[in-house]
């Protein structure tokens, strides 16, 4: 996608579906937010809605309501279901490298990551492809991964 193209918190798009992936992550980042303030404003508003006034008072139990433990049980299973069936998608577009894909392989180490080219070419933490190739990237890891 175009949009986050140029977006200064993502690296260079390097591949035809980084715009994909920016995008379903860019979703999930903006629900999650949403999600969060809202909450944290719910939460302060009836902190302060239903402070106890005095020791000796105590609040009436309220009521349940059936309709809206519905509504917040569906909505956040139909925004899972979106960004699930979003994220099969992006996946399924990622998953089969085409036929004549050249094979680099990615090794990742705790603090780096170590390429090796088809040629036998080795590159560490940055990798170089021809523009315009496809190409299949095989990765493994020798420790935690924290690059």
């Given at each position: 996608?175009?949009?986050?193209?140029?977006?200064?918190?993502?690296?260079?798009?390097?591949?035809?579906?980084?715009?994909?992936?920016?995008?379903?992550?860019?979703?999930?980042?903006?629900?999650?937010?949403?999600?969060?303030?809202?909450?944290?404003?719910?939460?302060?508003?009836?902190?302060?809605?239903?402070?106890?006034?005095s020791e000796d008072?105590?609040?009436?139990?309220e009521k349940t309501?059936?309709?809206?433990?519905?509504?917040?049980?569906?909505?956040?299973?139909?925004?899972?279901?979106?960004?699930?069936?979003?994220?099969?998608?992006?996946?399924?577009a990622v998953r089969?490298?085409?036929?004549?894909?050249?094979?680099?392989?990615?090794?990742?180490?705790?603090?780096?990551?170590?390429?090796?080219?088809?040629?036998?070419?080795?590159?560490?933490?940055?990798?170089?492809?021809?523009?315009?190739?496809?190409?299949?990237?095989?990765?493994?890891?020798?420790?935690?991964?924290?690059?």
């Open positions: 996608m175009e949009i986050f193209k140029n977006f200064p918190l993502f690296p260079d798009q390097a591949s035809t579906v980084a715009g994909q992936v920016d995008a379903l992550y860019f979703f999930a980042l903006l629900v999650s937010a949403f999600f969060s303030l809202l909450i944290a404003a719910l939460l302060l508003f009836f902190a302060v809605k239903y402070k106890r006034r008072e105590y609040g009436v139990p309501s059936t309709p809206l433990e519905i509504t917040w049980s569906v909505i956040p299973l139909i925004i899972t279901l979106v960004i699930f069936v979003w994220g099969v998608h992006v996946f399924i089969t490298p085409p036929a004549d894909a050249a094979e680099y392989y990615a090794v990742g180490k705790q603090w780096m990551w170590k390429f090796q080219h088809p040629a036998g070419n080795r590159e560490i933490n940055d990798l170089h492809v021809p523009v315009g190739q496809p190409i299949k990237l095989t990765m493994t890891s020798e420790d935690v991964i924290h690059s």
